[in-house]
């Protein structure tokens, strides 16, 4: 660097020249390289926060103190509100995001996001619909089955790039370290962001769609009477029987002695998130049903998703009315 750089840090002179001088000489901040700009960033922050010890404690216990109380808000919402809670969780998560991308630039989210809106908005769209169309049902849970284990497949193969990037096996193909995790961490995220907002609006469609049918009411009885060869959860009849092996797709009978079509029972239980019959609301045992630990919704990959749920529509909104705290009360 041809010139020197001179601040007074914690009462200390730091010298970041090639030679000492009494006076600082002005020089062109965007010649140098990122890391001396990174330095020079870092030496004006120390001196326009020097001695704002006091001031920082405070801005940190606010951030705190905020922190405890929104979870214990959200967790009393989620427990006596749960619909209007997850309705606004939901919008969150498929907004907030934008904002920031949009902000960013970043191209590649913003695209997938576009295409994800425009299809699950059509499906959304002719699920609202009354009367409900026969072919709606299962359009629904073909695209939320299908986004589910896309999003799933996705999740898996950037957790494995990021492990495998860690323990250096990226060298052996010789691909730089920050390149793998970059891809790696990019996979992850869109894996589980799509995987989120996949099991919340397939849950709506689900519950919609299958009051609209008329079999399943959330609080009472059916509201009418099913046939032996018709399926609760599209309304379509039964041509497979339970015994027989079908060329598309098999017919369950449920521990209630309920039969479903096979794909709209799994559509059902693993998308929707629903563990009872469609039908007569009776507990559903995953384990007799499914033999695939693929298919099997797993605790861990729940917990993950609820976690990032919160990360991405809450945490963005409790660091804001932090800020907006800290600016009300004139800490910096």
């Known amino acids: 660097m041809a010139g020197v750089f001179e601040v007074e840090v914690d009462g200390v002179e730091h010298d970041h020249g090639l030679e000492h001088h009494d006076e600082p000489i002005q020089f062109d901040v965007s010649k140098l390289s990122p890391e001396e700009k990174w330095r020079v960033e870092h030496a004006k922050m120390h001196a326009k926060h020097k001695g704002h010890e006091a001031m920082h404690a405070e801005m940190v216990l606010i951030l705190i103190v905020t922190l405890v109380v929104a979870q214990l808000v959200l967790v009393q919402w989620k427990q006596r509100h749960p619909k209007s809670y997850n309705l606004v969780t939901l919008f969150q998560m498929w907004v907030v995001p934008l904002y920031f991308t949009t902000k960013l630039h970043w191209w590649r989210f913003l695209t997938t996001w576009f295409i994800f809106s425009v299809i699950t908005a059509f499906v959304s769209y002719r699920a609202t619909r009354k009367p409900l169309a026969c072919t709606t049902p299962r359009l629904v849970y073909k695209w939320f089955l299908l986004l589910y284990k896309i999003s799933y497949a996705t999740g898996i193969v950037g957790y494995s790039v990021v492990m495998f990037t860690l323990f250096g096996i990226n060298l052996i193909f010789r691909i730089k370290p920050e390149d793998a995790m970059d891809f790696g961490v ?6 589980l962001y799509y995987g989120v907002l996949g099991r919340d609006f397939a849950e709506m469609c689900a519950d919609f769609m299958a009051s609209t049918v008329g079999y399943y009411s959330a609080s009472g009885m059916p509201t009418k009477h099913l046939s032996d060869n018709i399926c609760a959860v599209c309304g379509q009849p039964i041509l497979v029987d339970v015994s027989e092996e079908g060329i598309i797709e098999n017919t369950y009978r449920l521990s209630c002695n309920h039969v479903f079509h096979e794909f709209c029972i799994r559509g059902w239980c693993i998308v929707g998130k629903k563990q009872m019959c469609p039908y007569c609301k009776e507990k559903v045992d995953l384990k007799r049903m499914f033999s695939n630990p693929w298919e099997r ?22 660091i804001g009315f932090v800020q907006g705290i800290n600016y009300a009360l004139g800490l910096e």
């Open 186 to 191: 990019s996979l992850l995220f869109y894996g």
């Open 297 to 318: 919704p797993h605790v861990m990959y729940g917990q993950l998703l609820d976690w990032l749920r919160y990360l991405v529509a809450w945490q963005p909104v409790i």
